[in-house]
């Protein structure tokens, strides 16, 4: 999840699909399980934070996973500390000065936030050891919840269930596969990031990013796109 400030325009457009869509800024970023575009053009000043799995709760008590796969603008919840935050930040001009406005405003929003659920965090820390190894099955066991309360927590915090979270953090680890540059074997891929064959890997790949992996890797290599692509994660 990622609170996110436009400086050039109160709006931020992206594609979802073949519609346009668009969201007043400040806005909070659910987290995403599909792809979308964005226009680069509109990309040129933007602030932001990216808060760790289950983190952006300890800031904004809203269930996370109410903002899975959607953009929602933090006037919606919080019209006046919206408002203020912007004004802020525009008038702050130099960088750091910004920063220090964002990171002031987070501290103020600690104490009406929530703690992290140290289930939550312990289920987080053994995914991202190994994603994609670890089971989820065997961990919930470990935590001593039922399978529905274990579901029930991780969503409310990650806003994603364990296994599509699972799924996404393995996605990610062959996307710093492609990202190396280096000749990529897709077999060797997908045995590496746990999956059950190659077309296993690819119809993940195409679930979360639009495009096949061999698609990604062709297009990461080009100097200059005409649109960005957003992926899970």
């Known amino acids: 999840m990622q609170l996110v400030v436009h400086l050039a325009d109160r709006n931020l457009s992206f594609y979802d699909g073949t519609n346009r869509q668009s969201v007043r800024v400040p806005l909070l970023a659910g987290p ?3 792809s979308f ?8 000043a933007v602030l932001g934070v990216r808060f760790k799995p289950g983190a952006c709760r300890v800031f904004f008590p809203v269930p996370a996973h109410e903002l899975h796969n959607r953009d929602v603008p933090l006037e919606d919840l919080y019209p006046q500390e919206a ?4 004004d802020e930040l525009l008038a702050s001009g130099a960088l750091h000065v910004q920063f220090r406005v964002i990171e002031r405003y987070l501290i103020g929003k600690i104490p009406s936030g929530l703690a992290v659920h140290p289930v939550v965090e312990y ?3 053994e995914f991202l050891k190994e994603p994609g190894v ?15 309360r274990f579901i029930q ?11 599509l979270f699972c799924r996404i953090q393995r996605f990610k680890t062959v996307l710093r596969h492609i990202e190396r540059g280096a000749p990529v074997s897709w077999a060797e891929v997908a045995a590496a990031c746990g999956y059950f064959d190659q077309a296993h890997l690819i119809h993940d790949f195409r679930a979360f990013s639009g495009i096949t992996p061999v698609a ?7 100097a200059k796109l005409g649109s960005a692509v957003s992926v899970a994660g």
């Open 32 to 34: 995403y399980s599909r």
């Open 216 to 222: 990604y890797a062709q297009t990461a290599e080009r």
């Open 153 to 163: 927590i991780f969503r409310d915090h990650v806003g994603l269930t364990p296994k």
């Open 37 to 44: 575009l964005i226009d680069p053009s509109e990309f040129t």
């Open 123 to 125: 289920a987080i820390q």
């Open 83 to 86: 408002a203020r935050l912007y």
């Open 134 to 148: 670890r089971a989820i099955a065997d961990l919930q066991l470990e935590t001593g919840l039922s399978h529905t």
